[in-house]
């Protein structure tokens, strides 16, 4: 099974940047999906970006053209680069891993303590 801890949050003014970075720890990381996700206060978690064992990319609308996520397996790590950030980009980001299908679903049973990004001025 493979732990994971993000890292990387922080405040930001609107139109900044962030890097959000999820290390992994056991085996088979490279046989992984692996998605980003967030949750604004009072709202439900929600899929933000997935990245297939195969680097195969997927983004929610709201952040397509404004979020990359990448890996690197050697590093056992996946990335989530934030640009123009906006206030409503607010949320703690969570990273989990699976199967394709799984991660797109964010159908998970256990989550990390995630990151605060924060987007104010």
């Known amino acids: 099974q493979v732990q994971l801890v993000e890292s990387g949050g922080g405040l930001v003014q609107p139109g900044g940047s962030l890097r959000l970075s999820c290390a992994a720890s056991?085996?088979?990381?490279?046989?992984?999906?692996m998605g980003w996700y967030r949750q604004a206060p009072g709202k439900q978690r929600e899929f933000v970006a997935r990245?297939?064992?195969?680097?195969?990319?997927n983004y929610v609308d709201s952040v397509k053209g404004r979020f990359t996520i990448s890996r690197d397996n050697a590093k056992s790590a996946v990335y989530l680069q934030m640009n123009s950030l906006k206030p409503e980009d607010t949320a703690v980001y969570y990273c989990?891993?699976?199967?394709?299908?799984?991660?797109?679903?964010?159908?998970?049973?256990?989550w990390g303590p995630g990151t605060q990004v924060t987007v104010s001025s």
């Open positions: 989990n891993a699976g199967s394709a299908r799984k991660v797109l679903a964010g159908d998970f049973d256990s």
């Open positions: 056991g085996s088979g990381f490279s046989l992984l999906a």
């Open positions: 990245i297939t064992s195969t680097s195969g990319t």
